[in-house]
């Protein structure tokens, strides 16, 4: 048990809508990041929160935004929703940068 | 441009055997290396981090090496169990200023009793 929750488990979408999802990171932990999990695929980076500020982004479009909120939460939020996002999505924080990161247990999101 | 390649994509073995999964990366610039295991659907579980200054990591029956100058990594795991089935993913950090973590696209592990 890490910690690390992440909500909602599921969600199923519709291509063109837009999303929000939610992270809750281990109390003192001041770094969340966003991964992308494509079926048989390994995580992809997604990007970085540290202190509230963005700190390092992979090869995303700008329609894949985050926030971090001073109480440890975290969101991903992606607009006009492609089948392509279909994934898990997971989170991980750590107490700072270069500290071990911590995973939860992910939110499977389906495009259809 | 870092790339983590995991060796073979897929393993099937028979109840008690030692096993071997690869991992290998091309660029040796790394903070640390990190085995995960993932069961069908589910988040990460960490087995093993080892410090870029580090060789080895030992825990119950899994151990795990790190050769940076070759860019390689290996986990072992002894006296494979059903339980053991699941994918196992290898992760780089990399040393620049997010730390982030590149990924293999891991090794489906199947022990059949």
């Known amino acids: 048990e890490t910690g690390v929750t992440q909500s909602p488990t599921h969600l199923i979408k519709t291509r063109g809508q837009q999303v929000t999802l939610r992270c809750s990171s281990q109390?003192?932990?001041?770094?969340v990041s966003w991964y992308q999990q494509a079926l048989g695929q390994g995580p992809q980076f997604i990007f970085q929160?540290?202190?509230?500020?963005?700190?390092g982004r992979g090869n995303f479009p700008p329609r894949f935004s985050g926030l971090q909120f001073p109480n440890y939460s975290s969101e991903l939020n992606v607009n006009a929703l492609e089948l392509d996002d279909s994934a898990l999505y997971l989170c991980?924080?750590?107490?700072?940068?270069?500290?071990?990161?911590?995973f939860g247990p992910g939110t499977r999101l389906t495009v259809t | 441009k870092q790339e983590v390649t995991q060796i073979p994509a897929a393993l099937s073995v028979p109840e008690g055997e030692n096993l071997v999964l690869n991992c290998s990366f091309t660029?040796?610039?790394?903070?640390?290396l990190q085995w995960f295991r993932q069961d069908p659907g589910k988040g990460l579980t960490s087995l093993l981090l080892?410090?870029?200054?580090?060789r080895e990591q030992t825990s119950g029956r899994l151990n795990a090496s790190l050769d940076k100058s070759s860019g390689r990594s290996t986990l072992y795991i002894a006296a494979s169990q059903p339980g053991d089935s699941a994918t196992y993913l290898c992760?780089?950090?990399?040393?620049?200023?997010?730390?982030?973590?590149?990924f293999g696209s891991g090794t489906r592990l199947l022990v059949r009793p």
């Open positions: 929160y540290y202190r509230e500020e963005e700190n």
């Open positions: 991980a924080s750590s107490l700072t940068l270069i500290d071990e990161q911590y």
């Open positions: 080892i410090q870029s200054s580090q």
């Open positions: 109390s003192g932990h001041n770094t």
């Open positions: 992760a780089v950090r990399k040393e620049d200023s997010s730390y982030k973590l590149i």
């Open positions: 660029d040796s610039a790394i903070y640390n």
